[in-house]
């Protein structure tokens, strides 16, 4: 099946730096990618997704690459600020156990911390 | 808020019993996921229905199982619990079967004693 991992566990920046996080998957038929944000307790969010048809994606602060010959995306989100601190998911979707399916597999988080 | 409502927000019951999780998903949406997050196990996908049918199984223990009923809402059934099984359970539902966005529920908060 898939696997995802993720890079790195913690993260701690300025505020106003620029902050990486690297994701790779095993899976060459995984086609679409999203990164979800989450604060403690509480939901993933959704914050931006790529599918194997694109490159790059932005979206204000937030962009996201993809390299399918490598088989690794990451996400990039430039002037951080105090309220970017969480943990960051990556994801890959693929087909599940019985096929025909959407599951998500998820790397394993980065906790982001943006010091003032 | 993300439309995906869940119930109940938080759960404390003792090994060896049975609880049921409850899901529905946006408006529009058809289909339903679960997920398990725990402290040593990360998000885990558990199981996606679509239209009252499974669709993808991960590895879900027997001792649980899942079902969509007509009016599209899910439910979890969790039984012979274990401490192990104390997790968050996260619900997502999505419009279509592949790789549309998913979209998470606030999630049940379960304790086994």
């Known amino acids: 099946g898939e696997n995802v991992e993720q890079h790195p566990s913690t993260l701690s920046v300025q505020e106003g730096d620029s902050a990486v996080i690297k994701c790779t998957y095993s899976d060459s038929a995984s086609n679409y990618f999203p990164w979800y944000k989450q604060e403690l307790g509480k939901r993933p969010q959704l914050i931006i997704d790529?599918?194997?048809?694109?490159g790059e994606k932005k979206d204000q602060r937030i962009a996201v690459t993809l390299n399918k010959t490598a088989k690794h995306f990451s996400l990039h989100i430039t002037e951080t600020q105090p309220e970017d601190s969480a943990v960051y998911f990556c994801?890959?979707?693929?087909?599940?156990?019985?096929?025909?399916?959407?599951?998500?597999?998820f790397g394993t988080g980065t906790q982001l911390k943006v010091e003032l | 808020d993300s439309g995906v409502t869940q119930t109940p927000k938080h759960l404390i019951t003792a090994t060896g019993q049975r609880v049921t999780l409850r899901c529905s998903p946006r408006s529009g949406d058809l289909s339903v996921y679960w997920y398990q997050q725990s402290l040593d196990q990360g998000l885990q996908f558990l199981i996606q229905y679509y239209n009252g049918e499974e669709r993808a199984k991960g590895n879900i223990l027997e001792r649980f199982s899942a079902q969509q009923f007509p009016d599209l809402h899910s439910e979890l059934n969790l039984s012979s619990l274990e401490l192990g099984d104390s997790a968050l359970y996260f619900c997502?539902?999505?419009?279509?079967?592949?790789?549309?966005?998913?979209?998470f529920g606030p999630g049940t908060r379960l304790t086994v004693l």
């Open positions: 790529i599918r194997s048809n694109v």
């Open positions: 994801a890959a979707s693929g087909r599940g156990l019985t096929g025909g399916g959407n599951k998500l597999t």
């Open positions: 997502a539902s999505s419009v279509g079967v592949l790789t549309d966005t998913q979209y």
